[in-house]
T-cell receptor, first 115, second 117 residues
């Protein structure tokens, strides 16, 4: 049981290049999320998927697209990378934990630099 | 919209002394609250969560937090700090998103905990 996995771990892009960040979970969770983390800002929600086949915008969706490929996988695409998208990206999935409460489980992150 | 305010960006304590990390939230209804910890260059790990079952919540590694509705606070404490506690701590509130069936997390900006030997 690997939990939430993300690839790649590190990436350097030039301005204008495109790339896709991959995320997969093996916990059979319905909901999945993409966040970005910037210094002094905490984490901010980019996009989420409440269930397979649905996606919605979060707080900071501009410049990104997502695909919920199946129940396990949720990818984040940068069509034309900009330096402002330099950040650490975290994928998460949501499921029931002890005590009947939901919590989000996070992947290890992808550190992206756009030059 | 919900929000979270972590009152200190940095907290420094000596090893073996108590830790207090302060958090206030705003919410239009009874929230779910969490504390997450992030060690350098690592992902986020759940420390503890409040979901209305009990106001004093115990988490991993000796941490606990008390939910005080009248003060809209959810402060994190630990009786005795250890060097391994040095990390970034995030107070988080959960809200139901408009898409339905999913909760979005609103993060505080984080408190950097420094442990002095």
């Amino acid at each position: 049981n690997a939990g939430v996995t993300q690839t790649p771990k590190f990436q350097v892009l030039k301005t204008g290049q495109s790339m896709t960040l991959q995320c997969a979970q093996d916990m059979n969770h319905n909901s999945m999320y993409w966040y970005r983390q910037d210094p002094g800002m905490g984490l901010r929600l980019i996009y989420y998927s409440a269930s397979e086949g649905t996606t919605d915008k979060g707080e900071v969706p501009n410049g990104y697209n997502v695909s919920r490929l199946n129940k396990r996988e949720f990818s984040l695409r940068l069509e034309s990378a900009a330096p402002s998208q330099t950040s650490v990206y975290f994928c998460a999935s949501r499921g029931m934990s002890g005590g009947g409460a939901y919590e989000q489980y996070f992947g290890p992150g992808t550190r992206l630099t756009v030059t | 919209a919900q929000s979270v305010t972590q009152l200190d960006s940095h907290v420094s304590v000596s090893e073996g002394t108590p830790v207090l990390l302060r958090c206030n939230y705003s919410s239009s209804y009874s929230p779910s609250l969490f504390w997450y910890v992030q060690h350098p260059n690592k992902g986020l790990q759940l420390l503890l969560k409040y979901t209305s079952a009990a106001t004093l919540v115990k988490g991993i590694n000796g941490f606990e937090a008390e939910f005080k509705k009248s003060e809209t606070s959810f402060h994190l404490t630990k009786p005795s700090a250890h060097m391994s506690d040095a990390a970034e701590y995030f107070c988080v509130v959960s809200e139901v998103l408009s898409g339905g069936g999913a909760d979005g997390l609103t993060f505080g900006k984080g408190t950097h905990l420094i442990i002095q030997p």
